[in-house]
């Protein structure tokens, strides 16, 4: 099984340690299997898109637009 090290900042480092009865290792590869199938259903929904680069550009700006608009600012 491959191995992988985390750097942690030092508020996270000191509940890791205090928290030693839980299973680090454990959490962070369910942690890492659930951003997995995240992706997974990404790829899969934007396998079949017809989208491209400046599409999703276009729409991103869209959907910053009109939740700047909603909270009253202004692009």
């Given at each position: 099984?491959?191995?992988?090290?985390?750097?942690?900042d030092?508020?996270?480092?000191?509940?890791v340690?205090?928290h030693?009865?839980?299973?680090?290792?454990?959490?962070?590869?369910?942690?890492?299997?659930r951003?997995?199938r995240?992706?997974?259903?990404?790829?899969?929904a934007?396998?079949?898109?017809?989208?491209?680069?400046?599409?999703?550009?276009?729409?991103?700006?869209e959907?910053?637009?009109r939740?700047?608009?909603?909270?009253?600012?202004?692009?």
């Amino acid at each position: 099984m491959p191995t992988i090290t985390l750097d942690l900042d030092d508020e996270t480092a000191q509940w890791v340690e205090i928290h030693s009865e839980i299973s680090w290792s454990e959490v962070a590869r369910e942690a890492i299997k659930r951003k997995i199938r995240e992706l997974q259903a990404l790829d899969a929904a934007f396998a079949e898109s017809d989208l491209d680069e400046e599409d999703i550009e276009r729409l991103t700006l869209e959907a910053k637009q009109r939740l700047l608009d909603e909270l009253g600012g202004t692009a």
